[in-house]
């Protein structure tokens, strides 16, 4: 939005045609993109300002007028955003209704200048040359959206020959009237923006509790259908079960971790790094035996670290799935961790680490975002780039951090960094 330049030889508006200047007044006042404008602005019946206020009183201070103010336009009416200088029941009503100069700037890209409103009968005739004295204007329009949705105005109660320095005045008070009302129209889009994404993830947060409450019922009969199997199993069978009671164990943790409120969803406790690691290798066995890739624990260090082991299972278990994904069948696939120190802070690495497609300087930088996916990940389209995202903001609500290290054709190693108990 901008105030715009008023015509540098204008004085007086043309007598000619008055009744064509009050029509063309009055199809731009109740013009639906205009009023679509106004109202998009959110400043129709808001309170008064200190920002706004301070560009009226300047310019009435400067100039020595009657009156400055800022008008908003709608249907109906004129409604003062600001004002400085107006009588008292005016400035308490702040708006007006009927016809005011402020209407022949709607139509207009360029300041309309009055000198005396008596030497045009056009000019004579509108309401407030009596209502409110006034003998010369200048009224500069301000846009929003590309429509004009009032102006910033200046009146005198005295005929007034405007100096070339007090319209560039006017102008410049105007522009910044028009920046005024550029961030109060982008902290109402942000407002909007704002309680539209709230609402958004409380519906997602509502499906998901939905689904994860559901999902209790069929993981209950996993779990019982299997304990019966393994009660009545020997031999081979029985390790097959057990993976499978394992796995039904930690999608009921993950599923009592998403029903929980977010103040208490994550539950800390020691754990010691050599049990993690193992159950979520136990876990992803089965997936490495069908890809035909060997899955390999080791070393580990003797370490214990508090974290939700639930959680930690679910980054180990995403980082495993995506180096299975994009190794070649008969590669290997390793979980390997160490102790080390960082900034005085001692922690525990593990590490997953491929001989994959790998990626280049480009695609690390970004793998970690929600929802972006490689050239690699694209050509098999079966996901949705959101695992990488997940392990980054399960690690560090854990309190740690994770690094990659890949080149194209040469694996990828995935750090993680936690703290140790």
Sequence with gaps: MQALQHRSTEQAEPVSAPL????????????LHRLRAVRASGLLDSPAEPGFDSLTATAARLLGAAACFISIVDEQRDFYKSQSGFPGPLADARQVGGLTFCHFTLDRDEALTIADTHADPQWQAVPTVQSMGVRAYVGVPLKLEGQNIGSFCVIDTVPRAWTADELETIRQLAVSAARELDLRAALVAAQQAAAMARAQALSRERVLAVVAHDLRTPLQVLQLSATRLQRGSEGPNEAIIQRM????????????????????????????????????????????????????VGPLPEAVVRVDYGQLVRVLGNLIGNSLK???????VRLTGACSCTDAQPTVELTVTDNGVGMGPEEIARAFEPGWQSEAAKARNDGLGLGLGIVKSLVESNGGQVRMESSPGQGTAVTIALPRA
Excluded: F, N, W
């Design 20 to 31: 064509q200047a009050q029509s063309r007044a009055a199809q731009a006042q109740s013009s």
């Design 245 to 296: 009671l394992s796995a039904v164990g930690i999608m009921a943790t993950m599923v009592d971790g998403l029903l929980k409120p977010d103040d208490s969803a994550s539950t800390v406790q020691a754990v010691a790094v050599a049990s993690l690691a193992a159950d979520a290798v136990h876990m992803m066995a089965p997936i490495a035996e069908k890809c035909r890739t060997a899955l390999v």
């Design 326 to 332: 994009y190794s070649p069948a008969g590669s290997t």
